[in-house]
T-cell receptor, first 115, second 115 residues
């Protein structure tokens, strides 16, 4: 049973055309993360939410925004995608207070292509 | 600065032989250490973690890892490799000063198991 779901799995967008990636979870976890991963490199944290509290990484470009309307859903908005934004985008969750309180649960990722 | 190092880009091993994927860390305070595995075009999957207690931790799919505080290492091991273990492996660390719920990932080690 999928616990962290990302849609779509593959997204093609044009240079400069806004795009939104979505993530949903059935785990009821407080914390949700967005990572960017390029070419099998280490995932790079863009931002995370603890409940509705948004935490942006200092080096995340302004071009990347996020929304979390409720516990289950989180969105990544790329306002004006550039060729350098082509990557795999990973959503993850964690539950700071549960039995598995330290590890993260990842979705399958959305591979973004910018043409 | 908090960091994780995986000194090998790639590890090659024959099926049935033991495997080791190396990881060293630099975190002030007591670290929380993790191993994740990533198969092609998939998200990361949690394998095992060290939080406290026994230095030898066992995880999924027959993997284990040993926490060595004096050497600041957390090497991943498996007594007998399978072809299906071929994947990208990430060591990760959280600590008191890594920033809230933030996890720092190593650069990854690609494991090839040859039949």
């Amino acid at each position: 049973d999928a616990m962290v779901i990302q849609n779509p799995r593959y997204q093609v967008t044009q240079f400069g055309k806004p795009v939104t990636l979505s993530c949903s979870q059935t785990l009821n976890h407080n914390v949700m993360y967005w990572y960017q991963q390029k070419s099998s490199q280490a995932p790079k944290l863009l931002f995370h939410y603890y409940d509705k509290d948004f935490n942006n990484e200092a080096d995340t470009p302004d071009n990347f925004q996020s929304r979390r309307p409720n516990t289950s859903f989180c969105f990544l908005d790329i306002r004006s995608p550039g060729l350098g934004d082509a990557a795999m985008y990973l959503c993850a969750t964690s539950d700071p207070w549960g039995a598995s309180s330290y590890e993260q649960y990842f979705g399958p990722g959305t591979r973004l292509t910018v043409t | 600065a908090q960091s994780v190092a995986q000194p090998e880009d790639q590890v090659n091993v024959a099926e049935g032989n033991p495997l080791t994927v190396k990881c060293t860390y630099s975190v002030s305070g007591n670290p929380y250490l993790f191993w994740y595995v990533q198969y092609p075009n998939r998200g990361l999957q949690f394998l095992l973690k060290y939080i406290t207690g026994d230095n030898l931790v066992k995880g999924s799919y027959g993997f284990e890892a040993e926490f060595n505080k004096s050497q600041t290492s957390f090497h991943l091991k498996k007594p007998s490799a399978l072809v299906s273990d071929s994947a990208l492996y990430f060591c990760a660390v959280r600590g008191p000063n890594t920033g809230g719920f933030k996890t720092i990932f190593g650069a990854g080690t690609r494991l090839f198991v040859k039949a």
